[in-house]
């Protein structure tokens, strides 16, 4: 779903509450902040609302203390569920972690299309000249892996079969392989992308124009869902806000990106437009989505089982969310 009128009366409330929410400077007087740790993975934008939102206190005001940790997707599933982290915004290493049975699910879907390009060396001029060629990916089970699959497929190229894939890690590994001719095409998040094309890279596309997929979102272990419900509910509420504020400031917005992320103006602005088309309108995906994400797992582990949609996913807190900020 893209951004829609029913979207903006929502956003519209989310920033009234920002802006009107007592105590916008402190938590509560003499109240202790909560501490909650989320990890990610820097270099892109996929955490950007969260970012936004601990830069303007919005976490201290729904009373938490959080710390952003920039750890590898797999890592941060063992963490999850070991409890040294709360949550992560991994939303396709989450689903992948629970087809294999790992006690994790996926509360919230902020991004429902993806913030990756697909990028190749100059001299690959379409995704069907990639055939025989080498394909570099963070993991074979990451999310941005199964979506250059899943795209290259479209294409015509069964990517396991007709391509070599090739493991790097995260996004500035995979730019540095493809700049070195390691590999002839890789994915590559905003605003990663734009840099690489002005290095004289190739975008084949831009995977939020054509694939609906989930990319950011919130994961917890499935213990923390029992246990805390409540957090949660303030965590996905302090999300919304997040992208309300973000597309209220766009010019704040913007200036962040090119701080944080070290951007001229010109690129964090085409990184902003790029990125808001992706925001997700109510914090939860389709079971199409879901179902793809699902099959395209046990295609890699090669697993026959059956895994429900029940098994990845627990939309219900980011419902009841979505509809308390329509109701205010």
């Not at 002005?198 to 246990?227: C, K």
Request: no cysteine; charged share 25%; hydrophobic share 45%.
């Amino acid at each position: 779903m893209r951004y829609t009128a029913k979207f903006e009366t929502v956003l519209a409330v989310a920033i009234v509450m920002l802006l009107t929410l007592p105590g916008r400077a402190t938590f509560a007087a003499g109240s202790e902040l909560e501490k909650v740790r989320i990890g990610y993975s820097a270099g892109g934008l996929i955490p950007f609302p969260l970012i936004v939102a601990k830069e303007n206190r919005l976490f201290e005001q729904a009373g938490l203390d959080v710390e952003l940790i920039n750890i590898p997707p797999t890592i941060a599933v063992t963490a999850l569920i070991s409890g040294d982290i709360q949550y992560v915004v991994f939303a396709g290493t989450t689903i992948n972690a629970a087809v294999r049975g790992l006690p994790v699910k996926l509360v919230m879907v902020y991004n429902d299309r993806p913030l990756f390009s697909l990028m190749s060396r100059p001299e690959i001029r379409s995704i069907k000249d990639l055939k025989g060629k080498v394909l570099g990916v963070a993991t074979l089970t990451s999310g941005e892996s199964f979506l250059s699959r899943r795209l290259i497929k479209e294409a015509g190229i069964d990517a396991e079969k007709e391509m070599t894939l090739r493991v790097i890690g995260n996004t500035p590994d995979r730019l540095q392989s493809l700049r070195a001719g390691a590999v002839d095409a890789t994915t590559l998040t905003l605003p990663v992308d734009i840099l690489a094309e002005r290095m004289g890279m190739r975008r084949l596309a831009f995977m939020g124009d054509t694939l609906e997929s989930i990319n950011g979102g919130y994961g917890v272990s499935e213990r923390w869902l029992q246990q805390r419900p409540d957090q949660i509910k303030k965590m996905i509420a302090v999300a919304y806000r997040g992208m309300a504020h973000a597309r209220a400031q766009r010019q704040d917005s913007i200036a962040l990106i090119m701080s944080k992320w070290k951007m001229e103006r010109d690129v964090a602005e085409k990184a902003f437009e790029m990125m808001v088309k992706t925001w997700a309108d109510t914090g939860v995906v389709s079971d199409r989505a879901l179902q793809e994400g699902i099959e395209e797992s046990l295609r890699v582990t090669k697993a026959k089982q059956a895994v429900p949609i029940s098994q990845v996913a627990d939309f219900k807190l980011a419902r009841e969310v979505y509809q308390e900020l329509k109701a205010r």
